[in-house]
């Protein structure tokens, strides 16, 4: 097997690396996605991104073996047709095909998270295991399946919207219009929202000072530092959205059994602590003693690699 490559699509930017077939990384390249330039820049610099890390590894394209990416948002799971990425403007579109035209490569698109567990189930927290979940809250809150060692996906790409179980009848409105849904509570969103809310009531000084009244700026870092200060608003803000982390894990739990819930994304990499600690001791409080006494709670290991190693090895199955 030749060299592969894999890449990360984000909200913002795109990040790709060409692998060898130890899926070792050997070249890195990012760039800014362009998505408020509309869905042709953004594919315009995806082709970029992957030309670049190859003219950085010291190979042509047509060196490659295949090319492995992911897209936030909805995959259909054999064409690879982004149905919905409201953040880039894709709207069905056929990523997929068009790369593999254009590079002449086989290619595999995959959902982001999904990819991401696939890359911790080979090569990071969840190696050697077979039935696996992950959870990872930022802009919303995503989710993830394998079951006995593969991703499900679900009939149509949509298995594991683990944001939107609702853990709060009645609870905060969700950008998806339902009420009490995991991400309207427990997404780094959410809790930034809550946070400036009560920056811009005189509490919380730390955060008034450092972001201003731009919820923009409140981001894992800063919440962290906060937490970290022992600011007590804070505190009761983020002990509160792990519990209900915890909630929506023990209803995971009931319903899949699995082995481990890998916890994923920045927030949980700024404050690992709280996150597991709480949602790890309230999902073993919720769920059935049988299910919930061994599952493992693991934070994510691999970071921005995660993705890129899981896209990189779904793709390598093109040409197994
Ligand atoms: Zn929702």
Redesign the pocket.
């Known amino acids: 097997m030749n060299k592969i490559l894999g890449f990360d699509l984000g909200g913002t930017k795109v990040l790709a690396a060409v692998l060898d077939k130890d899926f070792n990384i050997l070249s890195r390249v990012k760039m800014k996605a362009n998505a408020d330039l509309g869905l042709n820049s953004v594919y315009k610099v995806i082709c970029s991104v992957i030309n670049d890390a190859c003219d950085e590894a010291g190979i042509k394209t047509s060196d490659l073996s295949a090319i492995g990416g992911c897209a936030p948002g909805l995959v259909e799971p054999k064409t690879g047709l982004v149905y919905d990425s409201p953040n880039l403007g894709f709207k069905d579109f056929p990523l997929q095909e068009n790369l593999s035209k254009d590079f002449n490569l086989p290619v595999k698109i995959e959902n982001d998270v999904n990819a991401g567990l696939y890359g911790e189930l080979h090569f990071g927290a969840a190696k050697g295991m077979k039935n696996v979940l992950a959870l990872s809250p930022g802009t919303g809150v995503g989710g993830a399946i394998v079951i006995d060692g593969d991703l499900y996906r679900g009939a149509r790409g949509g298995a594991g919207e683990f944001?939107?179980i609702v853990v709060q009848p009645d609870g905060p409105l969700?950008?998806?219009g339902?009420r009490g849904?995991l991400?309207?509570i427990a997404s780094r969103t959410a809790l930034s929202q809550q946070i400036l809310s009560f920056a811009v009531r005189g509490r919380i000084p730390m955060v008034i000072e450092e972001a201003k009244a731009n919820l923009k700026k409140v981001k894992s870092g800063l919440i962290a530092r906060a937490y970290n200060s022992g600011d007590p608003d804070v505190k009761a803000i983020i002990d509160y959205a792990a519990r209900y982390l915890g909630v929506g894990m023990s209803n995971l739990v009931n319903s899949f059994n699995p082995e481990a819930i890998i916890l994923g994304g920045g927030l949980i990499e700024a404050l690992p602590e709280p996150f597991l600690e709480i949602s790890t001791r309230v999902m073993r409080e919720q769920a059935m003693r049988i299910n919930g006494e061994e599952v493992k709670v693991l934070a994510a290991e691999l970071g921005d690699d995660a993705v890129i190693k899981g896209a990189a090895k779904l793709a390598s199955q093109l040409i197994a």
Do not use: T
């Open positions: 944001g939107h969700c950008a998806c339902q849904c991400e309207a």
